[in-house]
């Protein structure tokens, strides 16, 4: 399993930005694709956006894109969401996760494709 750490969570007011970013450590030479996911207050959790590699793809929520980017730097073996003109809707703990390339192509936007998930990262957009 990988183990990941997210960071970069914080308080920012509406039309801010953050960048979050998801270190992950252990794994089989880089052979899983990563997405972020949030979780607001007595709601579900949902996806945001995902990244997967060799081919690259991207993959967003419809709520986030144009918005929020997702993009990774593989030789720190870490996934970024830069976060831009956030809403206070947007508020929530922010999750890391990690899953095969295989499955996550197939449901790139369900969380029971991903294996492995970071402790979540809080994320609260003032307004």
């Known amino acids: 399993q990988v183990q990941l750490v997210e960071s970069g969570g914080g308080l920012v007011q509406a039309g801010g930005s953050l960048r979050l970013s998801c270190a992950a450590a252990g794994g089989t030479g880089g052979n899983y694709a990563m997405g972020w996911f949030r979780q607001a207050p007595g709601k579900e959790r949902e996806f945001v956006a995902a990244i997967r590699w060799n081919p690259d793809n991207t993959y967003y929520a419809d709520s986030v894109k144009a918005r929020f980017t997702i993009s990774r730097d593989s030789a720190k073996n870490t996934v970024y969401l830069q976060m831009n003109s956030l809403k206070p809707e947007d508020t929530a703990v922010y999750f890391c996760?990690?899953?095969?390339?295989?499955?996550?192509?197939?449901?790139?936007?369900?969380?029971?494709?991903?294996?492995?998930w970071g402790q979540g990262t809080q994320v609260t957009v003032s307004s």
């Open positions: 996760a990690a899953g095969s390339i295989g499955i996550v192509a197939v449901m790139p936007r369900l969380a029971r494709a991903y294996e492995s």
